[in-house]
């Protein structure tokens, strides 16, 4: 069964750095759609950004364009996500999730999700 886990969450302060990454665990031969969500309590999952599986393509939320950066190992479903810049409204518990075939901003369409990495943005 594949399993999609998240690491590198963390407490930093606003306009401090942070890259989250996220691998496939147990056997697959297919490469993923990957994507990066994020929920903050009390509130709905948001769309951060996604990657296209030969990491040609792109998609970012507008409340993280310009500042976060996705990108992939090639060949592979390893999966970073750099945020430059942090403010306190990144505050949020961050998703990896993965769909077989196309970008999507929307978090039905995506089947495989991690557990979530805590990240915490201090003023």
């Known amino acids: 069964q594949v399993q999609l886990v998240e690491s590198g969450g963390g407490l930093v302060q606003a306009g401090d750095s942070l890259r989250l990454s996220c691998a496939t665990s147990?056997?697959?031969?297919?490469?993923?759609?990957m994507a990066w969500f994020r929920q903050a309590p009390g509130t709905e999952r948001e769309f951060v950004a996604a990657?296209?599986?030969?990491?040609?393509?792109?998609s970012y939320g507008d409340s993280v364009r310009g500042r976060f950066t996705i990108s992939r190992e090639k060949d592979t479903n390893t999966v970073w996500l750099q945020m430059n810049m942090l403010k306190v409204k990144d505050t949020a518990q961050y998703y990896c999730?993965?769909?077989?075939?196309?970008?999507?901003?929307?978090?039905?369409?995506?089947?495989?999700w991690g557990q979530g990495t805590q990240v915490t943005v201090s003023s």
């Open positions: 147990g056997r697959t031969n297919k490469i993923y759609v």
């Open positions: 990657i296209s599986r030969n990491g040609g393509s792109a």
């Open positions: 999730a993965a769909d077989e075939y196309f970008i999507s901003t929307r978090a039905t369409e995506y089947g495989l």
